[in-house]
């Protein structure tokens, strides 16, 4: 089958190419299967990663604090990566993008197993972050170029239960991994990835364009951005006010004032106003940030929470999680119905409304009756998450046309897995510290308390943004 595109071009100094309508040498089907699959290594990487950290914690000496950066490394990169590949996407075409980045995460993951020190271990995970985080952008751009868009939440639909089904297996398969061979295998599973890449670069060989221009200075801004507000959210709750998390503190403000400079100043900025401008990609964005806060924050802190309180192993903690990830599968396959009947804006308060619901259960009743109970406690977080993403993600790809779809999907996704990677590293921090709360204890309830917090200021805001502008919840 021979390929074939269409294209829209920009004139002026930021004159781009994109491919709008494509049809590639594979079905939408296969290349479904195949996204699917890297999308399932890749979050099976980073779960599996994260139950590998006492055991990489006892070979090299190292504190919780130090072998945490494993995760949150991985997270910053994977935040500002996101983002990154929608230009990178414009410049050199989706498919050989995104199999670059695909091939960036075999590379790190290779780097992982056989690193000799803690410190290639963290810096393996950051290039494992910088390739991973290619996938999630370029493959809804991707879908979105092979779907009709009656058909594209389906597809939307299908990653994110793939993604619910990883998160739950990750843990297990992790654990297996690190129990029968070693903690070098579970951070070495994003090789398995690497096949992908040549389907992908086969299915969608077109180039991108040679003229687009690349803001690096910004993307390294946003770097700072993201780094430094990650670190200070984690080392908060364990060190409190000093040197260093205020310095931390500083960099972020310093990222963040780069950006914001960046972003009116150059001719083709790395986040361009003329998305963050737009007055219906806020909303959608800053929900991302909390639905993605309110859930992965709750399943990147209860392996911890479980294994202190019952001292169960990887696999046991995989089975506790389980019924969100089937809640995820389930609620993912009726969000094409509820947003036609609810609109995406009245979706996504349906699923803040349960993801609210979840994380006050966790809050007020905690770890410590009983594995049992909490498997019941986060089904309501696996429906509002999987409620979220699609008719988010969806909304945003008709809101924009060309090359600013690409990018602005990158964007939605670093405030997603932003929101993600702070709401894991506050509540880690937290069980760490073993901060304590009247009414609520200590530990993990006070954590969930404050994600409950947030999912319900974004109940909030939602509320109002569909009682005060009624007409913005069509895309």
Known sequence: MRVRSSRICLSGPERTCSVDTVRGRLSATAILTMLGAAVFLTVANTTASAVSQPAIAQTFAAGPADVGWVVFGYSAMFAIATALYGRLAARFGLGRTLSFGI?????????????????????????????????????????????????????????????????????????????????????????????????????????????????????????????????????????????????????????????????????????????LSDRKFLPLAIAAFVGSAAYLGTIIALPSALSRAHEIDAVGIGLVIVPAAASISLASTTTRLASRRLGYM????????????????????????????????????????????????????????????????????????????????????????DLSVPLLGSGFPVGEAGLAAVALAGVIMTARTLITKPEGDRA
């Open 103 to 275: 091939l960036l995460l075999a590379f790190g993951s290779l780097v992982a197993v056989v690193a000799p020190t803690l410190q290639v271990v963290i810096a393996a995970r950051v290039i494992q972050g910088a390739g991973s985080g290619a996938i999630p952008t370029l493959s809804v751009a991707i879908l979105a170029t092979r779907y009709p868009p009656e058909r594209r939440q389906f597809a939307y639909g299908i990653i994110t239960a793939v993604v619910g089904v990883a998160q739950a297996l990750g843990p297990m398969i992790g654990g297996l991994l690190v129990d029968l061979i070693s903690w070098r295998a579970a951070v070495g599973v994003g090789m398995l990835a690497s096949p992908v890449a040549a389907f992908i670069w086969y299915d969608l060989p077109q180039r991108g364009d040679p003229d687009h221009h690349l803001d690096y200075a910004g993307a390294g801004s946003v770097l700072l951005l993201i780094g430094g507000l990650v670190f200070a959210v984690n080392r908060f709750p364990l060190d409190g006010a000093t040197l260093l998390t205020g310095g931390a503190v500083i960099v972020a403000v310093l990222g963040g004032l780069l950006t914001a400079s960046r972003s009116k100043r150059h001719p083709a900025p790395f986040v361009p106003m003329s998305v």
């Open 346 to 433: 009245g979706t996504t308060l349906v699923s803040l409304l349960f993801l609210l619901a979840g994380t006050g259960l966790l809050a007020a009743l905690g770890v410590d009756r009983g594995p049992g109970l909490v498997a019941i406690l986060v089904i309501p977080l696996g429906i509002g998450f999987g409620l979220l993403t699609p008719p988010l993600v969806d909304a945003v790809t008709k809101r924009f046309d060309g090359p600013s779809q690409s990018i602005a999907i990158g964007i939605f996704y670093l405030g997603f897995f932003l929101g993600g990677s702070s709401g894991g590293a506050v509540t880690t921090g937290i069980i760490q510290r």
